[in-house]
């Protein structure tokens, strides 16, 4: 395993089994009355959030604290940040204090990478969202959640997603959901369309290891998970469609284009949903959805990824000697 996680393209095949394959020894621990591990006790951790986030923050906090360890959480908001404080001013502080691996999400693009290899902190460092870059632990859990669906849960150990056609939907152009998905579904073996408005794919998106698709319908019969995408007006500075009823009757999934998938496919999202616009109350409410179990997942995903860096190689030594205590 790397010291850092920066971005999904940096795994390997081996390394994103590995991460997979230990995220599901960490799920066990879910099912316990005691949801703890001793793994982590007397490391320190930092969630470095630069950017307002609600899951992947109490995700990784909640990861952190099953793993034993001590957590400390970073708001730019409140912080010497807003008065002007840099970013390796930053980490030079928590380097003082000693933390032991640093959870960063940052609107600037590169940031985490920078905070890796710049000498500042000398830590490990995850990448938990950089502007329209990546979101490597996103990606990761997604991948877990399909290959539990579509491969199954005791089956898929060790198994990649080879021949899987997956289909990512909507504001390519914002997110790095999308191409942190794109190259880890890549190196696992998948196969990979996005469908999108031309004004939301991004320049020089021939070049990715994945097929561009402007129709929606013509997709979704051939597809084993389709990823609907938040349309993300935060990053907007201009009219990248003309109304939302018109991007919703092109792109938006219902029952009707639900009922189009294969019975063994499955709908997921990343999250936050707007419902009515990309994906609806019908289609999110359904059992084909894993919308909760992709928030369930990502808290073993980064358990696992946490346990890799910080704790050890032997994905299987946690859970299972606890278990035999």
């Not at 020089?204 to 084993?224: A, N, Q």
């Not at 389709?226 to 991007?247: G, K, S």
């Not at 063994?264 to 009515?276: D, Y």
Request: charged letters at 25%.
């Amino acid at each position: 395993m790397m010291r850092h996680l920066i971005s999904a393209a940096d795994l390997t095949r081996d390394d994103a089994v590995q991460i997979l394959d230990t995220a599901e020894e960490m799920a066990r621990v879910a099912d316990r009355p005691i949801k703890k591990l001793p793994t982590l006790r007397g490391r320190t951790v930092c969630n470095l959030f630069f950017e307002d986030s609600t899951r992947t923050r109490i995700s990784f906090e909640a990861a952190e604290k099953r793993l034993s360890a001590d957590v400390i959480n970073f708001a730019a908001k409140g912080s010497s940040v807003s008065k002007g404080e840099s970013l390796k001013d930053t980490a030079q502080t928590l380097e003082a204090m000693g933390v032991d691996a640093v959870v960063i999400r940052h609107s600037a693009s590169g940031a985490p990478y920078r905070l890796a290899t710049s000498g500042w902190i000398d830590a490990p460092v995850i990448n938990a969202g950089d502007g329209t870059h990546q979101h490597p632990t996103q990606a990761l859990l997604d991948a877990f959640t399909m290959r539990r669906r579509l491969v199954g849960r005791d089956a898929g150990l060790g198994q990649d997603l080879a021949g899987k056609r997956i289909t990512l939907v909507g504001d390519v152009l914002h997110s790095r959901v999308a191409r942190s998905n794109v190259d880890l579904l890549h190196t696992l073996g998948a196969e990979v369309t996005l469908v999108a408005p031309p004004t939301l794919v991004p320049v020089g998106v021939e070049t990715w290891p994945c097929d561009i698709s402007y129709d929606l319908d013509s997709v979704l019969p051939k597809s084993d998970a389709v990823m609907m995408l938040r349309v993300q007006r935060e990053r907007m500075n201009a009219a990248f469609f003309p109304t939302e009823r018109e991007y919703s009757r092109r792109y938006g999934l219902d029952g009707e284009r639900m009922a189009k998938m294969p019975e063994h496919a499955i709908v997921m999202h990343p999250g936050p949903m707007v419902r009515g616009m990309e994906i609806t109350a019908e289609v999110a409410d359904s059992d084909r959805c894993t919308v909760v179990e992709q928030v369930a997942n990502g808290v073993s995903i980064r358990m696992a990824v946490l346990y890799l860096l910080l704790g050890g190689n032997d994905s299987a030594t946690p859970a299972r000697t606890e278990e035999n205590k």
